[in-house]
């Protein structure tokens, strides 16, 4: 079968979207576990000592990834509240709620690991730079749409409410990204970019995007043991629940 004929449609159900999330969790939990080790070791020692920030550039093995995976997350959480407006779809909206938690988490590590490289870079833990200003901004609007959904007691409407509420704080996110470029701002710029070599020496690049995609994998492993969770609250008196709970004889075929 070709890669193109499989009808991943089929996998809006819950139940099939349940095994399917137990099945990737513990390969995405021990790629995260292995990649981090690897990471961590190259950049923590394989990698050489900045000439110009000394050791306190090593922030940046968790503080990038971090930021990257908090705008990553914010896009992907506003994509599947879109899918779940548009079509309606229980799955992607419950997908969206999934991935909130994990991307406030990045979030805040990012702004709390900027603030520790901040002090002896710029001496002071916080200014209200655009990059810095736009980044705590989008922890606001992660918590806005947690504190929204929870806040409705109507799964249904708290889907839709919170799925209007991500859609319409996408546009912080290229603020985010562009800021150093629109604005003259304190924070440096990206060291890695798709259109010009990066400028960082190789083994550093290399121990960044390692913990990049450890992160990548966290986050991926986490969203998708919360997915099991919701999907077993949202049809708690489903019959496939009380099966997979182990309530209810597994049924042939």
Known sequence: MIPGSI???KYAAPPRLYALAGMVLPWF????????LAGLVIGLVI????????????????????????????????FWAGIGLVFNARSAAMLALALAPTGALMTFIALWTGALWGKPTWGAWWVWDARLTSELILLFLYIGFMSLHAAIDDARRADRAAGL?????????PI???????WNTLHQGASVSLIK???MAAPMLTGMLVMALAFWM??????AMRLRVILLERDAQAAWVKQALGKLPA???
Not at 29 to 36: R, S
Not at 165 to 173: D, I, K, Q, S, T
Request: aromatic share 14%.
């Open 176 to 182: 985010i990204y562009f800021s150093v470029k629109w």
């Open 251 to 253: 049924v042939a075929g």
């Open 47 to 78: 990698a050489p000592t900045d000439a110009q920030q000394g050791e306190a550039y090593r922030i940046i093995f968790v503080h990038v990834p971090a930021a990257w995976m908090s705008m990553l997350i914010y896009l992907a959480m506003a």
């Open 7 to 9: 009808n991943w449609f």
């Open 29 to 36: 939990a021990a790629l995260a576990g292995l990649l981090t």
């Open 165 to 173: 509420l991500a859609l319409v704080g996408v546009v912080n996110v």
């Open 197 to 199: 070599a990066p400028s």
């Open 218 to 223: 966290y986050c991926l492993a986490v969203a």
